[in-house]
């Protein structure tokens, strides 16, 4: 030991090294021995910058070593001088029991260590704790009345850093917290666990280079976890999808990669967030259903704001992005080879009927690639699709408001449409070209038929000998204001149009209306009931077509 003044220097007992030790005063009983440490009748107190773990007997000999770990949260808890602690040295490090961390403005770096729970230990590796209550304090409200108020002390701004970890994935979640705003985990590599992140109210957190390989879940926001920034995660194993839920509002998600099964993502009860520039591989359609699902449950449009752009949906999934009950969705400019681009679906576990509204589409580039795994045909493949559950429930296409729903796919499955206005627009793909010509099937009443996007329904296509009738069902597409034109034609661009003239003599029930005869080049007569008309051929055989507007 030597002596210069008021500072002292002495050998660590168990890293060996030698450190500056400042006299701050009399002997004091509440000395720790590690921070500060009593000699003769002074107490000296240790000169650092960054603290090391290894100072609390930490050696990384394969024992469980959580207690030497909390005694050393414990000894920083109220010492604000110590803002960061490192695991210099140390290859790995066990521990069976949480590591409680219960102040805020504080560094871990791990040093590129190995921390995790013992194998097959379901822990919590680092819990960061609840506010910690302080006292009741009497306010004035803005009516000037008294108050009384709780005061907490919150665990804000940490960062965790540097670390490696791995167990099985029924086992260890390596960060939970509550309530702790600022929250900071980058530079992580994890292999194999049950849950990388935890988080239940945290404001401002920040994700930032962490590569999750064979973990069961990445990480979890719920309770309003608010503007938080995920960015440059690599998520490759099989698992389940990360959640982002319960009034989570504001949010990025840009750079990451999300590989297989656990390489998903779940958002339910969230508003105004941005996924953008990541890339998504599923590998295998029988265990990736969707890369982005949007909206769980409830009767309300639970997902609202959410914007995904600029992403490369590799192959390997059913879909890309599964919409329902949502509102306001802007997907543009991804790059997607997945079966299909966009599913809409309704929820079969609730009475009233899903809705999507204010969906933007466009801009995309959809090619189905097969992936090497259970590859799905080619056939069965098309952008954007709709479908129903087991209840009948249907996906709805906001038939209620008046609002857009903008979709350029180009090919559209579409199953089932729930009753009310649909409006599918086409635009122009040239100059000769007024509208593209894209057909669906849709179902009305129980009726399939053939649509095009000009709002016509294909009726008959039939060779006709002279004077041939032929009975045609319009029951299932409605009377009224619903019917429009009927146009007919042959293959000598001949045609006939009957205009549908609505009944409005409320003492005439006979009818509903009747086809008024506009133009008639074909020779062809027609008889209206209601529910059917009866289109009779002239004296010439010859092929016709007809088509409803609706």
Not at 108 to 129: H, P, Q, T, W
Not at 174 to 180: L, N
Not at 311 to 333: D, P
Request: charged share 20%; hydrophobic share 35%; net charge negative.
């Amino acid at each position: 030991m030597s002596t210069t003044d008021e500072i002292i220097l002495l050998t660590d007992e168990f890293t060996g090294l030698e450190y500056s030790w400042r006299q701050v005063g009399a002997a004091n009983s509440a000395a720790n021995n590690v921070l500060t440490k009593n000699i003769g009748n002074y107490m000296y107190e240790r000169i650092f910058e960054v603290a090391d773990v290894r100072w609390w007997g930490v050696a990384g000999d394969g024992t469980d070593e959580s207690s030497k770990l909390n005694q050393m949260l414990s000894d920083i808890k109220y010492n604000k001088k110590v803002n960061e602690v490192a695991f210099y040295g140390l290859e790995k490090v066990i521990v069976e029991s949480s590591l409680n961390i219960s102040r805020g403005d504080l560094i871990i770096d791990g040093k590129n260590c190995e921390l995790s729970a013992r194998y097959e230990k379901d822990i919590v590796v680092f819990n960061i704790l609840e506010p910690t209550f302080i006292r009741d304090e009497i306010q004035l409200d803005e009516n000037e009345h008294e108050v009384t108020v709780k005061i907490y002390e919150y665990h804000n701004n940490i960062n965790i850093k540097n670390f490696i970890s791995g167990n099985n994935v029924q086992s260890q979640t390596f960060v939970k917290a509550k309530s702790s705003h600022y929250l900071r985990i980058t530079d992580c590599r994890f292999e194999g666990m049950k849950l990388g992140f935890n988080l239940n109210d945290c404001y401002f957190t920040k994700l930032n280079s962490v590569y999750f390989q064979g973990t069961y879940q990445a990480f979890k926001f719920e309770n309003a976890t608010n503007a938080f920034n995920v960015t440059n995660l690599k998520i490759l194993g099989e698992g389940i999808p990360s959640e982002i839920r319960d009034t989570t509002t504001g949010g990025n998600i840009s750079g990451c990669s999300f590989e297989y099964s656990a390489g998903r993502l779940v958002l339910s009860d969230s508003f105004g967030i941005n996924i953008s520039g990541n890339y998504f591989e599923g590998y295998d359609e029988d265990l990736v259903d969707s890369y982005i699902t949007l909206g769980l449950s409830g009767n309300d449009e639970s997902v609202r704001g959410i914007n995904i752009s600029g992403n490369m949906f590799h192959t390997g999934a059913y879909q890309a992005i599964f919409l329902r009950k949502v509102a306001g969705i802007s997907i543009t400019g991804n790059n997607i080879n997945s079966l299909h681009a966009v599913k809409i679906f309704a929820d079969g576990t609730e009475t009233t009927k899903s809705t999507q509204r204010n969906i933007n589409y466009a801009g995309n580039a959809w090619r189905y690639i097969p992936s090497k795994e259970n590859a799905i045909p080619a056939i069965e493949s098309s952008e954007f699709i709709t479908d129903f559950d087991y209840l009948l429930e249907t996906a709805n296409i906001s038939p209620e408001w008046n609002v857009p729903i903008i979709f350029t796919p180009q090919v559209l499955h579409a199953r089932f449409l729930e009753d009310g206005d649909h409006q599918l627009a086409a635009s122009a793909v040239d100059s000769i070209t007024t509208a593209n010509y894209m057909t669906h099937t849709w179902q009305t009443n129980g009726k399939k038929s053939k649509a095009y996007l000009n709002g016509s329904i294909d009726l008959l296509s039939k060779n006709f000998t002279a004077n041939e009738s032929l009975v045609v069902d319009i029951e299932p597409y409605g009377f009224g204001s619903t019917l429009g034109t009927l146009m007919i034609q042959n293959k000598n661009n001949q045609f006939a149009q009957f205009l549908w003239q609505r009944n409005i003599d409320s003492t005439n029930t006979d009818k509903t209306g009747y086809f008024k005869e506009i133009v008639n080049e074909l020779g062809v007569t027609l008889d209206h009931y209601d529910g059917y008309f009866t289109v009779t051929n002239g004296g010439v055989g010859q092929y016709l077509k007809a088509e409803l507007k609706v």
